[in-house]
């Protein structure tokens, strides 16, 4: 059986990211859900449902509203 793991891990003090986590469509589940906007998950189709690792150059965040 094949271990879970959902996690970020900063590379060192730089912009950089390993994401590990489910991919599930085009999202990777990693305790957050980080979305594919531009489809490279399309060419691992065979990885759907299997936890990967993915070293990630920066992430960019958006809030879209106050909760509060």
Not at 38 to 55: C, M, N, P, R, S
Request: glycine letters at 6%.
């Amino acid at each position: 059986m094949e271990k879970n793991i959902e996690e970020l891990e900063r590379v060192d003090t730089s912009y950089q990211y390993y994401i590990r986590g489910t991919i599930q469509g085009n999202v990777i589940n990693a305790g957050l859900m980080f979305t594919d906007d531009e489809d490279y998950f399309y060419e691992y189709a065979h990885l759907q449902g299997k936890t990967v690792e993915i070293k990630a150059d920066r992430i960019s965040v958006e809030f879209l509203h106050d909760l509060i």
